[in-house]
Every structure is written in C-alpha cells, then in structure tokens.
C-alpha cells in the first residue's frame, strides 16, 4: 500500500511533463531537459509555494516552454522570465542558497599548475584534471611550443628570451629521458606470469611518467574539468579575482563570460562594485595586509628542509569522544554524561564498541560514520611539488601551503639513478633553480613557473578521522605514485604510533604498507579484464581486439 498520495495530471499535462521529469507518478524523481537556471529558479519557488512541484512546473512555467517539435530534443525555455523570477526571489527573502540548486561543468584548458591549485580551492566543487601520469609532455602544442605558460610580461621583459630557452630545456631534457627511463624499467622488471604484453608496456609507461614527472615546471599546462554550483562559483571567482597571480584574474574573466551564457542570475554580484567588487577588495586587503604584519614580526628567510611528515596536533581522549559519538545517537543521555560514563569504560569496552560501529569491512569504500569526524589531526608535510597536487585536491580537509620556492631541495627518484640518469635528472633541476632566482626579483608572483614539480614544498592537512581514512586508504594503495603512497603511510603510522589511536588506526584496514614495484600494473589488468568483459557481454560488441 502506498503511503503517499498519486498526483493526477490530464493526457495534454502528462505529454509535456514526460519532457522534463524522469516520473509522472512516485514521489521521486529528477529534473531533465531544463537550463540549470530554470531548475534553480523553479526550486526557489518550490520551496515557497504549497504545490507540488510537478503541479507548479505546470501552473507557472510551462507557458514559457517552446514545445513544438520533436519531443525528444531539449527543451529551450525562456531564460527572461526565469531570471526575473530568481531576482524576485533572491530580493524577496536574501536567500543565498537558491545559488547552491543551479550546476555547471566548465573546462579551464592550458591552466598553469601553479593556477590549477587556485581553481581546485574550493570545497563543494568537483574536479578533474589531466594527469602527469598518463600524458607525456614530450609533444609540442599546435603553436609549436612546448606546454608551459607563456605569460606576456615575462615573456617581454628583460629574462624573456632566458625564460623560453630554459624552460625548453627542461622540456627537452624530459623527452630525452624518457625512452630511456621506460627502456630501464622494461629491462629491470620483467612482466610476471600470466601478465600480458601490453599490460606491462602500459604500466612501465605510468611508472616512467611518474618517474619523471618532476622534472616538469610548475608552469607546465594541464586543462581542468570543473562541476560547481552557482554559489560555488560565485565563491570561485571572488578568490581568483583578488588573487595576485595575473593567469588567475585572467581565468576569472574569461569563466565569468562563459558562465553568464549559463547561469547569469547566479552571478550578477561578482563584478558590481558594492558587492563582489567590495568583497574581493577585502580579500585582496586582509591577505595583503595580513602578509606585511607577519613579515613585520619575521622577515622572510631561507626556510628550513624539516622532518618529511609530523603530527603536530592532536587530541590525546580522540577514541574516547569518537567512541562518545558512536553511542549519542543510542541512547537518551546527555553528551556531558556520556562522555563521563565512557570514560569509566575499560579499554577493551571501548575498543569493541569502535569496532562493532566499524563493522566488517570488505573494501575501502565502506566506511564507518559521522562519528569518525569526532576527532582530528594536524600534519605538517615536506613533499614534492608533485606529490603536494595530488593531496590538494582532498577538499573535505583544511589544508594551506607556503610559496613554492627551490629552498626546501628536491630528492631524485631511485628509478632514475638506478637507470644511470641522475646527473641529466639533477641538471635540469639546477638549471630550474637558476631561472627561478633569475625571475624572483622581476616577477615574485610568477617566479614559481620555473619551478620543477621534483622541488619540495611544505604544507599542512588537518582533517578529522573520518576524511583521513578515506586519504590513507586512497593515497597509500599500490597505484599510487610512490611519494604519497609514503607520506599516507607515515600519517597512519603517526595516528598509531604518536596519537596512540590505535583503534582507529586499526578500523583503516586498507591502507596499505606494502611496497609496489610498476604500481599500476594490477590496476592495468583490472582495466584489460573489465574491458575484456563488456566486449563479451555487449550484443554486437567488439570481439576482434588484440588483447595481448
């Protein structure tokens, strides 16, 4: 029996409902075939208006749907009434968060890396981007330049021709060890049994890329894939707009022209003087004037390589308050109660109650609950610019970062000496130390262009429990690129070993300590066997590939 009552509509309203709504009859569904500001708009009265939603669609939109033609193709709404109607809305009741129900996936091609982390700041946003791993930088851009930033006023200032000829060394130094690194490993690492050919030649790839991945500058390009919403976006463009970086307020230009071709309602406040224009003045202000106050106290000096990973903060009763968080929601007692009387728990009481919220585990996606996020650590990390990427873009956690500089030194991979290469691998990153200093004095903003993704930077990640077994677990698998694979696994052993959570450490039985020679290479077969089975199981499917 069903406990919601049907909603009727007549043969002429379902005809046009069946165009943007994927049911006419449950109580869920999903919005199709609609520009993002339409839906935004329609969720913003919704929540005002005692109609359904299908029934207000109806009552109050529909009249402004071009319906003629082929049902099967998007509908094209008028985009006037909707942006009135979000106007109306937004003034009537300020409500911010009608900016958080309207989408957009927009691409940001040849990004520097130094601005790919401006990008990926945000937290409620998705991305995606290229990756060092899988694209070779070896070829050249239509342009017939090599893939780095060719910012204008380097380019015409006293170190431009410095600037091109160098970074095109460091460039051609990385295609001519490239060959030469995936010959190595070819040698060095046979493929086990039951491996194929192929399998093998695509991991070598990987680890050869991976290997040589540091010998890119940070201004090398890559192009990234953005998922937000309007609100996100707004945030988004606030930051890059006060940013010091000329490629960000750039980027942040041509992203809002785009954007207003989508979502224009959404974005209205970004460039009005007293809005978005006083908002990134403040931001300017407080980071600017924030910069001047620390260096008043401490003038910048040369830093200090560190120790790679350290758990700076911790809370020492972080099981017991987890342990707290579990049982909250199972009883009726107060939190200040429950807390007195888990702490009257044995040890052992406690641990089996952890261990039962965990459960049993089958696979890292399987994590346990908000209770995890009860506690938190703090870590200081000195890794490679490279390896920084990768863990920056874990949003559910705060992590900031000093400038990017060649102080902190850089470490060769062990692949790489091993093949006979380091002397060519450690003079590219000299000559990547020498430009930096060359352009530090003209162009402090931009000076990290030149600076190879092998050079250390240090940061901190702080992040509840929770986040940190979905990091380590991810981070430390056999896949992963051998730099953060060891930071993650040196966090989990400072939860055990330093915090002295072991409990928790313990409930993150999936990360892994393992070492991994040609990381990829299961994931590779994983990859064949899948595709293997889709060409099988797919009627007509492809059934005359090579799969060795």
Known sequence: MSTTAPESFSPEER???????TNLEGPVFALINLPEVVKGALFSRYSRSPKSLRRLFLDEFVDELDIAGDATLDATVGLKRAEQLYARVFSEYGDDSVAQLGGVHV??????????????????????????????????????????????AILDSPVGARYVGEMDRM?????????????????????????????????????????????????????????????????????????????????????????RKVIPSFLTRVDLPARGGAWTDYLEATESDTREAVRGLWPPEAPQPGVRVTLTDFDPAGEDKIVAAICYSQTNLSDEELSRRIRALSGEQRAALLATYVGMRSNRR?????????????????????????LQRHRMLSIEWQPLGTDLGYDIPEVVSEAGLEDEYAESLERSRALHDALAGHFPEMCSYAVALAYNIRFTMQMNAREAMHILELRSSSQGHPTYRRVAQEMHRLIADVAGHRAVASAMSFVDHKDAELGRLGAEQRAVSRAKLRAVSTPGGPDHHNWS
Do not use: W
């Open 15 to 21: 005809s046009v409902l069946s165009r943007y709504f």
């Open 107 to 152: 691409a940001c091609e040849q990004a520097s890396n130094v601005l790919t982390k401006v990008l990926e700041r945000g937290r409620l946003m998705s991305y995606l981007e290229q990756s060092t791993r899988y694209i070779p930088y070896d070829l050249r851009l239509d342009s017939g330049h090599y893939r780095y930033a060719r910012e204008p």
């Open 171 to 259: 460039f051609d130094t990385y295609g001519q060890l490239l060959p030469k690194i995936q010959a190595h490993l070819g040698r060095s690492s046979p493929p086990p049994a039951g491996v194929s050919p192929r399998v093998h030649r695509q991991a070598v790839r990987a680890a050869s890329l991976d290997a040589l991945r540091g010998l890119l500058p940070a201004g090398s390009l890559s192009n990234v894939g953005i998922y937000g919403t309007g609100q996100s976006y707004e945030r988004l463009l606030l930051r890059m707009r006060s940013n010091p970086l000329p490629e960000a307020r750039r980027y942040a230009a041509m992203m809002l022209e785009e954007l």
């Open 366 to 390: 399987h994590r346990p609950g908000r209770a995890f996020e009860r506690t938190e650590y703090r870590f200081e990390i000195v890794a490679d610019y490279g390896a920084f990427r990768d």
